[in-house]
């Protein structure tokens, strides 16, 4: 390979587990900031932290291909990372890379990385060898100041981009792939038969279910885990998962089966909410009872919630099967109370409007996240 030693050189390292459109956008976004002659793409090897991973090295990197070859942009992929091994650090990877390529090294790091940089193992060596470009596109709190920060403290040299995407991640990819739900990957033909991890209790799900139902409740599911990510909600994950999940297991099969229930929930609409939370302990041998009161006020809400209800709650308000939902989705992503609220009002005025009954728990929840709500956002 031909290397000139003037030559501008743009590290992307990442897991590309898998590599994903948003990528391609980070990286052409970059390109605005920094001309550059070439990217250097540098998989993980083994990407840490990653335990639901299943895409090995080699096919990562034939997807790498088959996303930035159309690009246009003059990249390459360098599997340092493989030949060195397990365990490699940042700096040392950073140093062997720029004894390799010469000239001017930039490095591609997101935002989060750049908050957390002084974690890393030996950050004070990292800096002299390159200029970061760093990715604001999640509006890290506080990304101004620690860039300032580091500038002073280091003298790093860091160039910010300020990139707004969709918020798509390799996380969030593959909890696509495992609902069976469509994702913008190319290649997929290579990874798709690999995601399975949920494939038992979608199967047991889908005999309860149509067609319509069954995609609605992945898709609860799948914005469930995305707006907590997206929050930072302090909440279990996997709970957010099974409540988005379950939370209609029962719509389509309301026999009581001898549960007791709300009398005055028998022949309404939220009648599936009741059966659907002891139908999930019963069916799924769910016994978390913060799932189970997901599932349990879904449809109506009630007063004083928990986060992992509003989640819930909004989530399957706001999945991607419902029509009309952009504005709702954007002042949840936004702000999560406010968004919450936004959805309780919403589904209140449509049920007052429908003169239907208002269920006494949604009258309770609005009352008091609403109309007397006396305490601040
Ligand atoms: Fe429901
Ligand atoms: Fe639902």
């Known amino acids: ?4 030693l003037s030559m501008k050189t743009l590290i992307f390292g990442g897991a590309f587990d898998p590599p994903h459109r948003e990528h391609l956008n980070i990286l052409l976004e970059a ?19 990653k335990e639901d991973s299943v895409i090995d090295f080699d096919t990562r990197v034939a997807l790498i291909d088959k996303l930035f070859k159309k690009s246009g942009i003059n990249y390459a992929v360098d599997d340092i990372e493989k030949q060195r091994g397990d365990g490699n650090y940042a700096v040392e990877v950073v140093s062997a890379l720029k004894e390799k390529y010469g000239g001017e090294l930039y490095y591609l790091i997101g935002g989060d990385s750049l908050v957390n940089i002084e974690t890393w193992h030996k950050p004070e060596l990292l800096f002299p060898l390159v200029t970061l470009v760093v990715c604001g596109r999640d509006g890290y ?13 280091y003298g790093a040299k860091i160039i910010k981009i300020n990139y707004v995407g969709s918020g798509i991640s390799s996380t969030l990819v593959r909890l696509r792939l495992n609902l069976g739900l469509s994702v913008d990957v190319e290649g997929l033909e290579l990874i798709k038969d690999k995601f399975n991890k949920y494939d038992g209790i979608l ?5 309860y279910q149509s067609d319509d139902l069954y995609f609605h409740s992945r898709a609860v599911a799948y ?3 995305e707006i907590a990510r997206h929050h930072r909600l302090n ?13 209609d297991n029962a719509k389509q099969r309301l026999s009581l089966d001898g549960f007791i229930v709300p009398s005055d929930a028998v022949g309404s609409p939220v009648l599936h909410q009741f059966l659907g939370s002891v139908k999930a302990k019963r069916d799924f041998k769910i016994e978390d009872s913060e799932i189970l009161s997901a599932i349990n006020y879904h449809t109506t809400g009630r007063a004083n919630m928990t986060t992992l209800e509003k989640l819930v709650y909004c989530a399957d308000m706001l999945s991607e099967d419902r029509p009309c939902i952009e504005n709702l989705l954007k002042v949840i992503m936004t702000d999560f109370e406010i968004g919450f609220r936004s959805c309780l009002a919403s589904s209140y005025f449509y049920v007052l409007s429908k003169k239907r009954g208002m269920y006494p728990l949604t009258q309770q929840a609005f009352d008091y996240y609403i109309k007397d709500a006396k305490f601040p956002l």
């Open 1 to 4: 390979m031909y290397y000139n």
């Open 235 to 247: 909440i279990d994950l996997n709970k957010a998962f099974l409540a988005g999940l379950l939370h």
């Open 203 to 207: 199967k047991q799900l889908k005999s």
């Open 141 to 153: 709190f506080g990304l101004d100041e620690k860039i300032e920060y580091l500038k002073n403290k």
């Open 223 to 225: 914005r469930a885990v």
């Open 31 to 49: 390109s605005k900031a920094v001309n550059f002659d070439r990217v250097v793409i540098v998989p993980t090897f083994n990407p840490p932290h």
